[in-house]
């Protein structure tokens, strides 16, 4: 099994600044990427980055640009640098690990969240 621990949440006003961390523990070994998607109340939860081992990053449009995922395998461990945060970035924040053995799926483990809040 995977555990994984968000923190890095906050309450910070439009334009500013916050970063993200996730760090798993368990079977690390099988874990092929890591994602953030996010959970605004009364939306669906919505895929914001992820990045693979190889260190390949994907973002979805309205945070190109602000949003940076960063890895440290070693550490298994991956963040989330945000910049210049608008109140729409306002949600509950969550990790998820895809854990897969030679290409194939073993499951998906979600953290807790971490609440991300954006407002004058």
């Known amino acids: 099994q995977v555990q994984l621990v968000e923190s890095g949440g906050g309450s910070v006003q439009p334009g500013g600044s916050l970063r993200l961390s996730c760090v798993a523990s368990?079977?690390?070994?099988?874990?092929?990427?890591m994602s953030w998607y996010r959970q605004a109340p009364g939306k669906e939860r919505e895929f914001v980055s992820g990045?693979?081992?190889?260190?390949?990053?994907t973002y979805t449009d309205s945070v190109k640009g602000r949003f940076t995922i960063s890895e440290d395998n070693s550490k298994n461990t991956v963040s989330l640098q945000m910049d210049s945060l608008k109140p729409e970035d306002t949600a509950m924040y969550y990790c998820?690990?895809?854990?897969?053995?030679?290409?194939?799926?073993?499951?998906?483990?979600w953290g807790q969240g971490t609440q991300v809040t954006v407002s004058s």
């Open positions: 368990g079977l690390t070994v099988w874990i092929h990427d």
């Open positions: 990045i693979d081992r190889s260190g390949t990053a």
């Open positions: 998820k690990a895809d854990l897969r053995l030679s290409g194939t799926s073993v499951g998906d483990f």
